[in-house]
């Protein structure tokens, strides 16, 4: 994933350069301004789809950054815990409880989701 925001950010830089070598040319030539609208149009229309791209990869590696950290703390939390096993939790223990839910879904009286912060989803 690196690699390719690594290349898309490249592509985007090239990109960047040469619009601004071509918004010179304008100001230094005579040119038809009509092929210079349409082809400052077609370079930032890419420029846009790129950076559209680039940014959803880096939104991607943020999350997976933070479900990392997020999964570092949660076994931080289980190695605190006084217990080996799941066969030794006699009672329930709110500390543990909040480091493996991230949220509840409650859609009606016997519609109750349990969402665990892998991602696991299971019926309350």
């Known amino acids: 994933m690196e690699k390719k925001r690594n290349a898309l950010e ?6 960047a350069e040469r619009v601004q070598q071509l918004i010179s040319e304008n ?6 301004q009509v092929q210079y609208n349409q082809e400052y ?12 791209k680039y940014d ?13 950290q997020q999964l570092e703390r949660f076994i931080e939390n289980l190695q605190k815990q006084e217990f080996i096993s799941i066969e030794f939790i ?7 409880w ?4 991230d949220f509840i879904t409650v859609n009606e009286k016997d519609n109750i ?9 299971i019926k309350a």
């Open 56 to 68: 959803q990869i880096c939104d991607t590696m943020k999350q997976r950054t933070s479900r990392g």
């Open 10 to 15: 490249f592509n985007m830089n090239l990109l």
């Open 90 to 96: 006699s009672i329930f223990d709110k500390r543990l």
């Open 98 to 101: 909040c480091s493996l839910v």
């Open 27 to 32: 100001a230094c030539l005579t040119q038809d």
């Open 113 to 121: 989701w349990v969402t665990f912060k892998d991602g696991t989803e």
């Open 41 to 52: 149009s077609e370079l930032v229309n890419r420029y846009k789809k790129i950076k559209i």
